[in-house]
């Protein structure tokens, strides 16, 4: 070992062996992760056509992309919002073929072909959804975090039930988590929705 030590150092002047050693060892690790990272661009991506608020959508993504990403980062659609990204907070609701959905739970894979209807598809150009007006009438926001995936919870709800009791509401939007405004407001707004909501409205499918 020395001996070859030697020899480089007689065959390379100026050179230091394990300078070089050292050199060669970077090298390699930045090869296994150029590697890798060419292993994960090849994952095989999936053609996509969602009709989203009418509108068909149509993208290569990968299988394991999440609808909510789908909606807000390659539609552009952000008035989806992700809170907790496990299923708990209810912030991403969508309807997903008429069901509201959590589309943090759901990829985008899955929702080939399906049609989905965002909050920014609620309203009829100027004027604002039932809903949307109930909310804004009964305070039933503050910051409006909650406030889309609550909507569309509470749309599901009167799609199904046209005239929910108090509780029946709260028991549909149980799902959905509001750390601001305080749950009665909300209640009171789908009650209102649900008081002044055309039948027409209330089952507008998309
Ligand atoms: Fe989907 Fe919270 S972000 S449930
Ligand atoms: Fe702020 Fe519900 S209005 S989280």
């Given amino acids: 070992m020395r001996r070859k030590a030697e020899s480089w150092s007689a065959t390379n ?23 890798r990272s060419w292993k994960m661009d090849a994952v095989a991506k999936k053609k996509v056509s969602i009709r989203i608020n009418g509108v068909e959508h149509s993208r290569d993504v990968e299988p394991r992309l ?5 909606l807000r980062d390659v539609v552009g659609l952000t008035g989806t919002h992700i809170g907790c990204e496990t299923s708990i ?9 008429n069901t509201a959905v959590k589309s943090c739970t759901v990829l985008a894979v899955q929702a080939n ?5 965002t909050i920014e598809g609620l309203a009829e150009e ?44 709260r028991h549909a939007l149980d799902g959905n ?28 499918r998309r």
């Fill in 113 to 117: 072909g399906g049609e989905v209807l």
């Fill in 126 to 169: 100027e004027k604002l959804h039932p809903l949307q007006e109930a909310f804004w009438e009964c305070h039933g926001l503050q910051c409006g975090f909650c406030t889309p995936g609550m909507i569309l919870a509470a749309h599901q709800l009167l799609m199904r039930n046209p005239q929910p009791t108090e509780e029946q509401i």
């Fill in 13 to 35: 002047p100026g050179v230091d062996l394990s300078t070089l050693k050292q050199a060669t060892k970077k090298l390699d690790h930045c090869r296994v992760i150029k590697i």
């Fill in 177 to 204: 988590l509001c750390r601001c405004t305080g749950y009665q407001h909300i209640v009171d707004a789908v009650q209102y929705a649900a008081k002044r909501m055309p039948r027409k409205a209330k089952a507008k």
């Fill in 66 to 70: 999440l609808l909510v990403h789908f």
């Fill in 89 to 97: 907070c209810g912030a991403c609701t969508v309807m997903l073929n």
